[in-house]
Structures are given as structure tokens and as C-alpha cells.
């Protein structure tokens, strides 16, 4: 696993070695930047886990620099200021902030809120990861991981070919793809047999729609190919076109 990368956003210099020379030592890999443009473009460039930032820079206040930030990036941001009133604290949470530590700071409790911070950082890398091996639409599942399909949370059997279309349809979700382009996706480069693909679409249909001859989840193009609509669970019949 790649050590989290910190951005220490601070422009006094011993306060900063403290908190470098600290980070080295736990093993974390840092940048630091003493201006807030210094800050937005470190942040830019090297994409850190986690930005520390001083509200009290030269050239730009540090709530300014998280309203940046949070128009582009959803990292965690933990304050590290000066400022105790109740006002500087609630701005900066306001604009994004997501921890507030106020100087003079324990070490063990900024690395406490750093542990925090990460923990939710890899939370939200795995839930994304998560969220991407699952197609859901309507009543529909699709597990790409486990090479499964649901409907209305039974498994429907598909055979092999049945589940390429699928998941190329699911993949392209309400894009029309052409005939030609779903045969070189499924068989491959010289594949022209659309009539055969008519077929295995018919025999999908039959799995996957209640209605076949009026078909919920894949609308036919007819002379040009087939559209997977995104439908939602309380969602009736949407206008399409059938073949057969």
C-alpha cells in the first residue's frame, strides 16, 4: 500500500519542521507550501491524501484557500490555526474544513486526527471501488466482480453471451450502440451476423423483461441498434420499439 501523501500548508517554519519532521517519522510522505497560491497549486499537482493547512498565511486567508479546494477536491482538510474564537472555527467548517486543531496542539492529538482522517479517506476509496463492480437500474443488478445478474433481487441464469450483452449495454447506459459496434464488442472483428444478434437480444429480453414485446430496460433502434434505458424502480414502461 502507497503511504499517504500529507500537504502542511504553513509559513512558520519551526511550527512546520515540527510537523514534518513528526509526519517522517510515522512514515507518512509530505509536501509543504507557506502561501496560499503555493497551497492550491501543490495541492493541483501532487493530489495529497490529506491537506494541513495554517488559516494564517501571507497572501491568502486559509478559508478562502478550503473554498478552492472543495470546488475540485473532496480530501480532507484538518485546520491547524491560532485562531480560537468560536467564529474562525465555524467558517472554517463551514467552508469545507473537516477537522479544526487550535496552536498551541498536541502532536499524539494531531496524529489522532490524521489516523481519523485516513480512515475515512481509504472508507471512501473502497466504497467507490465498491460502488463500481455494481450496476443497479430499476430492478436490475449487475455484479461484474461475480459475474451475476439479478432482477427484482432473484438471479436470472444468462449464458455467456447473454451476459456480454448485458454488461455492454449496462456499461453504455443510455447510449444507442450499433449494431456493428455490438458485434465487434462481443465476436470480435470481423462479426456481421446481425440477424444472430437479434436472436440472443430476444432470448435477453425474455430474462430480464416482464413484457418482452414491450421491453423496459432495452429499447431497440430499429435498423441501427440497441439502448439500455436508466429506469427507476417505480418507473412504468418508457416508449419503445420492438422487433419481433
Not at 16 to 22: D, M, V
Not at 106 to 120: H, M, P, Q
Not at 170 to 180: F, I, P, Q
Request: charge should be negative; glycine fraction near 6%.
Amino acid at each position: 500500500m502507497n503511504k499517504p501523501l500529507i500537504l502542511v500548508v504553513e509559513d512558520d517554519k519551526a511550527i512546520q519542521k515540527l510537523i514534518t519532521t513528526t509526519l517522517e517519522t510515522q512514515g507518512y510522505q509530505y509536501h509543504t507550501a507557506e502561501t496560499g497560491e503555493g497551497s492550491i497549486l501543490e495541492a493541483v499537482s501532487k493530489q495529497p491524501d490529506i491537506m494541513i493547512l495554517d488559516l494564517g498565511l501571507p497572501d491568502m486567508d486559509g478559508v478562502n484557500i478550503i473554498t478552492k479546494v472543495r470546488t475540485w477536491s473532496n480530501m480532507p482538510i484538518i485546520v491547524v490555526s491560532a485562531r480560537s474564537e468560536d467564529r474562525d472555527k465555524i467558517d472554517a467548517l463551514d467552508a469545507g474544513a473537516d477537522d479544526y486543531l487550535t496552536k498551541p496542539f498536541s502532536i499524539e492529538e494531531l496524529l489522532a486526527r490524521l489516523r481519523v482522517s485516513l480512515r475515512r479517506v481509504r472508507y471512501d476509496n473502497e466504497k467507490l471501488q465498491k460502488d463500481a463492480t455494481i450496476f443497479t437500474n430499476g430492478f436490475l443488478k449487475i455484479d461484474y466482480l461475480a459475474g451475476c445478474t439479478w432482477l427484482d433481487g432473484e438471479e436470472v441464469h444468462l449464458t455467456p453471451i447473454e451476459y456480454k450483452l448485458i454488461c455492454l449495454l449496462a456499461k453504455n447506459v443510455g447510449k444507442v450502440l450499433t449494431h456493428n459496434f455490438i458485434l465487434h464488442e462481443i465476436w470480435g472483428d470481423y462479426a456481421n451476423d446481425v440477424p444472430a444478434l437479434r436472436v440472443f437480444m430476444a432470448t435477453l429480453r425474455k430474462k430480464i423483461e416482464k413484457t418482452p414485446s414491450h421491453p423496459k430496460y432495452i429499447q431497440t433502434h430499429i435498423g441501427v441498434g440497441y439502448r439500455m434505458l436508466r429506469v427507476s424502480e417505480d418507473c412504468k414502461c418508457t416508449d419503445s420499439y420492438s422487433e419481433n
